[in-house]
């Protein structure tokens, strides 16, 4: 594919790629308008009229209904009623994703990406961390206009697609980016390793994390393999209890496919639905494997 010369297009891209076939857009207008229903009836049944809550009986439990509803969902709901952009996954792919968020959250969750989907995913985690990690600079500022209160940072990739094929083949050949180092911070030898993201990045557990970024559908774009090995490398660095989750979008594509291979591992993967892979990383602790190979 020819690069991309100008911000401008870039952002016009990114808009096309974040929407779906006409064919699933009226879908998941159904979905999103029935899930904006079921939170005002939610929220009514929570705030209530006097005494007694509107719509709702006393029969009701307390473990079945939330107790809160935080503001970050409050302007999903807001969000998604008033916008025409719809998530760029599909319905199935969001729920293997959510389906695990409800199962964790409140959680550290860590996105390579930021787009129209991003304030969903935030929402989905509520009294969670949620940080997404983005490259284009007008591209956040573009998103933020729209959902303020999102938790985003922009970060540099050392890579581009063109390299994807020598890195597979001789990052083996880089002490720095053995496993048996298994480092990211400050690791410039290993080009593998994103040294630009902020400090939290590095200190915090990150119990999911999903990479649907950076950019990989043009020769000059940074390509994911530098955040499917960071992520990877974080994975197996984990010193809490459990696994971490990893999702990784787009394995459609050779590049995506090879490297999930290659770090994530065929025999880490859980669940694949469309174009999303679901891997379960261990701490390498609790691994017995040869510490040469990731795998």
């Known amino acids: 594919m020819q690069q991309l010369n100008n911000t401008?297009?870039?952002?016009?891209?990114?808009?096309?790629?974040?929407?779906?076939?006409?064919?699933?857009t009226n879908f998941f207008i159904v979905f999103f308008s029935l899930a904006i229903i079921a939170a005002i009836f939610l929220i009514s049944c929570l705030i209530g009229i006097g005494d007694t809550p509107l719509f709702c009986t006393e029969s009701i439990s307390d473990e079945i209904l939330p107790t809160t509803t935080t503001?970050?969902?409050?302007?999903?709901?807001?969000?998604?009623?008033?916008?025409?952009?719809?998530?760029?996954?599909s319905l199935p792919e969001i729920n293997l994703s959510f389906?695990?968020?409800?199962?964790?959250?409140?959680?550290?969750?860590?996105?390579?990406?930021?787009?129209?989907?991003?304030?969903?995913?935030?929402?989905?985690?509520p009294n969670g961390h949620t940080l997404f990690l983005e490259e284009d600079p007008l591209w956040v500022r573009t998103i933020l206009k729209t959902a303020p209160n999102l938790n985003a940072a922009i970060i540099n990739y050392r890579t581009k697609v063109t390299d994807a094929d020598d890195l597979l083949s001789s990052y083996q050949s880089e002490p720095e980016c053995s496993p048996s180092k298994g480092y990211i911070r400050g690791n410039t030898q290993c080009k593998l390793a994103i040294t630009s993201l902020p400090e939290e990045v590095y200190d915090k557990e990150w119990d999911m994390i999903m990479i649907d970024a950076p950019r990989g559908?043009?020769?000059?774009?940074?390509?994911?393999?530098?955040?499917?090995?960071?992520?990877?490398?974080?994975?197996?660095?984990?010193?809490?209890?459990?696994?971490?989750?990893?999702?990784?979008?787009?394995?459609?594509?050779?590049?995506?496919?090879?490297?999930?291979?290659?770090?994530l591992c065929?025999?880490?993967?859980?669940?694949?639905?469309?174009?999303?892979?679901?891997?379960?990383?261990?701490?390498?602790?609790?691994?017995?494997?040869?510490?040469?190979?990731?795998?």
């Open 217 to 263: 559908y043009y020769n000059e774009a940074p390509g994911r393999m530098g955040a499917i090995y960071s992520a990877a490398v974080m994975a197996r660095n984990r010193k809490k209890p459990g696994v971490t989750h990893v999702f990784l979008h787009d394995v459609d594509r050779k590049v995506e496919k090879a490297y999930a291979q290659e770090f």
């Open 8 to 24: 401008n297009i870039n952002i016009d891209i990114k808009m096309q790629k974040n929407q779906p076939p006409l064919g699933h």
């Open 99 to 125: 389906n695990v968020l409800q199962s964790i959250s409140p959680c550290n969750f860590l996105v390579f990406g930021l787009g129209h989907d991003s304030l969903m995913w935030a929402s989905f985690n």
């Open 266 to 295: 065929r025999k880490n993967l859980k669940k694949a639905v469309g174009r999303l892979w679901h891997f379960e990383i261990p701490p390498v602790e609790n691994v017995t494997q040869n510490n040469a190979t990731f795998c």
């Open 71 to 89: 503001p970050m969902q409050l302007d999903a709901i807001l969000h998604y009623a008033t916008s025409p952009r719809v998530p760029q996954q």
